[in-house]
């Protein structure tokens, strides 16, 4: 079967630097989706990797390595409105988008 | 309006009931799908339309009924449901159609709440 697994909540402190794990099994890789869903509200799109290696966008980092089927987000200067669940998708050889549970990230000052 | 817009935001409903909730996407974009989203557990995939046409059905219970009139309406019909159908369900978009590896855009959901 396919699957996706993420640490199903994360505590960090204002300011520092936390990283949120996702290793996936799935029939076939066209890529890998991280996104954040901010309670009460819509997923947003955050990064998407196809490719082994580290994507950087701001504060925010993706990592890649098929070969270990893992992926990392790095969250860096962590503000109080970085509170929110993490989402990690796979797109499989079908090119659906397989989910993982996500991981609630609560920020502390 | 802009975006992914879901209406309407909050339903309760009887397990009688008929309702249907109403997808928007104002992006031009040729695809669009269903989610269901219980807590602490992944995004269910529900229905994929691409072109207007049923792409994707994943055993979803025929107490689901989706209707895609044109490339910017996406509806889902709900009749007879169950407390376990309790859910926060979400439509996206995305500009391809399906295969297409591109990002989805997500309405804000509408919460379901089956008495």
């Known amino acids: 079967g396919q699957n996706i697994d993420q640490p199903t909540e994360m505590t960090a402190t204002e300011g520092a630097i936390v990283q949120i794990n996702c290793t996936y099994q799935?029939?076939?890789?066209?890529?890998l989706f991280w996104y954040q869903q901010h309670a009460g509200e819509a997923p947003t799109f955050l990064s998407y990797n196809v490719l082994d290696g580290l994507e950087e966008k701001g504060r925010f980092s993706s990592f890649l390595s098929r070969s270990k089927g893992y992926s990392y987000l790095l969250l860096k200067e962590l503000q109080m409105k970085d509170s929110a669940s993490y989402l990690c998708a796979v797109l499989d050889s079908n090119y659906q988008l397989i989910w993982g549970a996500g991981t609630k990230l609560i920020i502390k000052p | 309006e802009t975006g992914v817009t879901q209406t309407p935001r909050h339903l309760v409903m009887g397990m009688t009931n008929k309702k249907s909730l109403k997808c928007e996407q104002h992006?031009?974009?040729?695809?669009m799908y269903w989610y269901k989203q219980s807590a602490k557990k992944p995004l269910e995939l529900m229905f994929v339309?691409?072109?207007?046409?049923?792409?994707e059905n994943n055993s979803v219970p025929s107490r689901f009924s989706p209707e895609c009139p044109n490339s910017s309406h996406l509806f889902l019909h709900l009749h007879t449901l169950q407390p376990e159908d309790s859910a926060l369900y979400l439509c996206?978009?995305?500009?391809?159609?399906?295969?297409?590896?591109?990002?989805?855009?997500f309405g804000p959901g509408t919460r379901l709440t089956v008495l």
């Open positions: 996206a978009s995305s500009p391809g159609t399906s295969g297409d590896p591109s990002e989805q855009f």
């Open positions: 992006l031009g974009h040729n695809a």
């Open positions: 339309y691409s072109l207007e046409e049923r792409v």
């Open positions: 799935t029939s076939g890789f066209n890529g």
